[in-house]
């Protein structure tokens, strides 16, 4: 890897003026699960890494009102582990649960899950965030795109969203608070994310000199919500497709859904068609099958993905069913 100066400041102002405003000249050290791998292989070249282990008040759970406050150092481990997000927020703790790397787990922090960089092998393996060939034209169409987006693919990127813990926090409302040179500000988990469209965009809102402290979660009240995760294979692997719910329920009958689906788009994928298939329903299996099929009725598959529409259409269907209480096999 290139050469580097190294700094751990102990506070996020210290932190923030580290850092600076251009892409790639600096880069943020969070859980180092993603980081080093982008060193090593040289895809983030920075003169300066800034790492955020030191600074304590980023790290931890606690009451906010009558919802959650997360710090963004909080490891996935005590994330998972922590009480009040196991009772209200069953669908986070499915969502770290399904990373099946203890190391992992005890190393990645909420704020690198949520910014790690597309898992895309074209993007790897240099050719850009839109994996563009010599002749300027996007390598995965007509290449190896196996796992590559079925949603929000109309061009000119083709990658999903890698990360676990963005579908569920989309669905349950969070907020990120994320500071900068200017002072804070709340930003909603879904609008951190973009569709890059040139070759110097990012897939994400936030600036380079900016860092997520915490993440909000509101009060889950009344709110039945769930994850539910195709995987290729139980080992350190990414989804295929994922789906996250929350319901607001009304005796029986659905008064209110977010249905958001992961590793399926550049983005983290709301899908208004599914929970318009679940409003003021009651749900059944019926029920939960004919949002899945709803959830994937704009997907556009590429050439060798094909099967992700189907397994994304089940991840929905399951993660309705999981929510309503019922059993999934």
């Known amino acids: 890897m290139q050469n580097f100066e190294y700094i751990a400041p102990t506070t996020v102002q210290n932190a923030v003026a580290a850092l600076s405003s251009q892409w790639g000249v600096t880069e943020l050290l969070m859980g180092g699960t993603d980081t080093m791998s982008l060193l090593k292989e040289r895809l983030a070249t920075p003169t300066r890494v800034v790492s955020l282990r030191h600074i304590n008040e980023l790290k931890g759970v606690s009451k906010a009102g009558s919802g959650l ?4 150092m909080t490891t996935l481990s005590a994330l998972a582990s922590n009480k009040d997000v196991a009772k209200a927020y069953p669908s986070l703790v499915t969502a770290v649960e399904g990373i099946h790397s203890m190391q992992h787990r005890a190393m990645s922090t909420v704020a690198s899950d949520l910014l790690q960089r597309p898992r ?7 050719f850009g965030l839109l994996g563009k ?5 996007s390598l995965a169409p007509a290449g190896e795109n196996q796992y590559h987006a079925i949603l929000g693919n109309k061009g000119p990127a083709y990658f999903v969203n890698p990360s676990s813990l963005a579908p569920a926090l989309v669905a349950l409302g969070a907020k990120a ?7 804070s500000r709340q930003v909603a988990i879904a609008d951190l994310y973009a569709i890059p469209m040139g070759d110097n965009d990012r897939e994400v809102t936030i600036k380079p000199n900016e860092v997520i402290t915490d993440i909000v979660l509101p009060a ?9 995760e195709v995987r ?6 990414w989804p295929l497709a ?5 319901l607001k329920m009304k005796g029986k009958m659905v008064e209110d859904a977010v249905v958001v689906m992961g590793h399926v788009a550049p983005k983290p994928w709301r899908s208004s068609e599914a929970e318009n298939a679940l409003k003021g329903k009651t749900i059944s299996e019926s029920v939960a099958g004919e949002a899945g099929k709803a959830a994937v009725s704009m997907a556009t598959p590429l050439s060798k993905n094909k099967h992700k529409v189907t397994l994304a259409s089940v991840a929905v269907k399951r993660a309705v ?7 999934v096999a």
């Open 69 to 72: 406050k997360v710090g963004s």
């Open 120 to 126: 895309c092998w074209y993007f790897r393996n240099g």
């Open 133 to 137: 060939g010599p002749g300027g034209k």
């Open 177 to 183: 608070t994320v500071t900068g040179p200017e002072g």
């Open 220 to 228: 889950a009240k009344g709110l039945e919500n769930a994850t539910y």
């Open 232 to 237: 290729q294979r139980t080992l350190f692997d």
């Open 242 to 246: 994922t789906a996250s719910v929350a």
């Open 321 to 327: 069913m999981r929510a309503a209480g019922m059993e």
